[in-house]
């Protein structure tokens, strides 16, 4: 039986491909494997951006409008995370300061000296730390509905406003109708799909389940294990107005905490998934913040 996501998605890897893009493994330890989107032709002027993917999704298929809009302008990287699309390892580790790593080892071995790292949810998330980790590899962060940190206080809001006991039961849904919830609740108005699309998402995107649950608890730290960073770089927040997930306090408090080295910019009308909602004006934003970032 013909699966129309499949094909969807095939379709999409050769439109990447058409914009001069092409997938390669990265070692980054014997064990330790990620899969990178890049440019066929990587030694080029370009400045570097590396889009870097939420929890529902891989990363071609988190920003595929963003990698076909910018990836002629900049040297786009798209990186799927242990444990999406073709990225394993056999270490027992699942922590973001581990993720964070491998990523920031693994843009090192591409040859990255510097980029702007874009980042989606966990991917914000990740982002932020492996600025704080690699100061001299990242120069910006844009951080698009996501947290500095997962504690437990912002977890559990975040959890009663959408209606789950867990990450993971939200996340990592077992049936067709888990996986429209999940989009729903993502999304400031996601159209409506025919069901056997939803089935369909549910068999190819959700695998590693096991590991993927070991990441999200440990995602979630104690209000007392965390401590706020100072970052060199400019941080630039671009959040999704009527994000059901995090809310608008979140990214105000994200704001507050980064100090004078963020900015603020909300889309109307868009939810946690915004740059997938509102792919022209989140494109505008991202055009208009990375020249600035160039030019500073």
Same mark, same amino acid.
């Given at each position: 039986?013909?699966?129309?996501?499949?094909?969807?998605?095939? !379709?999409?890897?050769?439109?990447?491909? #058409?914009?001069?893009?092409?997938?390669?493994?990265?070692?980054?330890?014997?064990?330790? &494997?990620? @899969?990178? =989107?890049?440019?066929?032709?990587?030694?080029?002027?370009?400045?570097?951006?590396?889009?870097?993917?939420?929890?529902?999704?891989? *990363?071609?298929?988190? =920003?595929?409008?963003?990698?076909?809009?910018? /990836?002629?302008?900049?040297?786009?990287?798209?990186?799927?995370?242990?444990?999406?699309?073709?990225? &394993?390892?056999?270490?027992?580790?699942?922590?973001?300061?581990?993720?964070?790593?491998?990523?920031?080892?693994? #843009?090192?071995? !591409?040859?990255?000296?510097?980029?702007?790292?874009?980042?989606?949810?966990?991917?914000?998330?990740?982002?932020?730390?492996?600025?704080?980790?690699?100061? %001299?590899?990242?120069?910006?962060?844009?951080?698009?509905?996501?947290?500095?940190?997962? &504690?437990?206080?912002?977890? @559990?809001? /975040? !959890?009663? $406003?959408?209606?789950?006991?867990? =990450?993971?039961?939200?996340?990592?849904? +077992?049936?067709? +109708?888990?996986?429209?919830? #999940?989009? %729903?609740?993502?999304?400031?108005?996601?159209?409506? #799909?025919?069901?056997?699309?939803?089935?369909?998402?549910?068999?190819?995107?959700?695998?590693? $389940?096991?590991?993927?649950?070991?990441?999200?608890?440990?995602?979630?730290?104690? %209000?007392?294990?965390?401590?706020?960073? $100072?970052?060199?770089?400019?941080?630039?927040?671009?959040?999704?107005?009527? %994000?059901?997930?995090?809310?608008?306090?979140? /990214? =105000?408090?994200?704001?507050?905490?980064?100090?004078?080295?963020?900015? !603020?910019?909300?889309?109307?009308?868009? *939810?946690?998934?915004?740059?997938?909602?509102?792919?022209?004006?989140? @494109?505008?934003?991202?055009?208009?913040?990375?020249?600035?970032?160039?030019?500073?």
């Amino acid at each position: 039986m013909v699966n129309f996501f499949s094909i969807c998605k095939s !379709l999409l890897h050769g439109a990447v491909k #058409l914009v001069g893009m092409t997938t390669q493994e990265v070692e980054i330890e014997p064990g330790t &494997i990620l @899969n990178f =989107w890049l440019p066929i032709q990587t030694t080029n002027n370009k400045p570097a951006v590396v889009f870097l993917h939420g929890f529902g999704f891989d *990363g071609i298929l988190t =920003w595929p409008f963003q990698v076909l809009a910018f /990836a002629k302008t900049y040297s786009v990287y798209v990186p799927d995370f242990l444990y999406f699309g073709g990225s &394993i390892t056999d270490r027992p580790e699942r922590t973001v300061e581990f993720q964070s790593e491998c990523m920031g080892k693994g #843009l090192r071995k !591409l040859g990255v000296e510097r980029c702007t790292l874009v980042g989606l949810s966990y991917g914000g998330t990740v982002a932020l730390k492996v600025a704080e980790m690699y100061p %001299d590899l990242v120069e910006s962060v844009v951080v698009t509905c996501s947290v500095m940190a997962l &504690i437990e206080s912002v977890s @559990n809001a /975040a !959890l009663q $406003r959408v209606g789950f006991s867990s =990450w993971a039961d939200y996340l990592l849904p +077992e049936t067709a +109708e888990r996986v429209k919830t #999940l989009l %729903d609740v993502a999304s400031y108005s996601f159209p409506r #799909l025919p069901e056997f699309i939803y089935k369909e998402i549910l068999e190819k995107m959700f695998n590693h $389940r096991k590991e993927r649950t070991e990441l999200l608890k440990a995602l979630v730290i104690s %209000d007392q294990q965390f401590t706020i960073p $100072r970052y060199q770089q400019k941080v630039y927040i671009l959040w999704g107005e009527n %994000d059901f997930i995090f809310d608008m306090e979140t /990214a =105000w408090n994200l704001k507050e905490q980064v100090g004078q080295n963020a900015t !603020l910019k909300a889309i109307e009308k868009a *939810g946690h998934l915004v740059n997938l909602e509102r792919p022209c004006l989140y @494109n505008r934003e991202l055009k208009r913040i990375l020249a600035y970032a160039q030019q500073s």
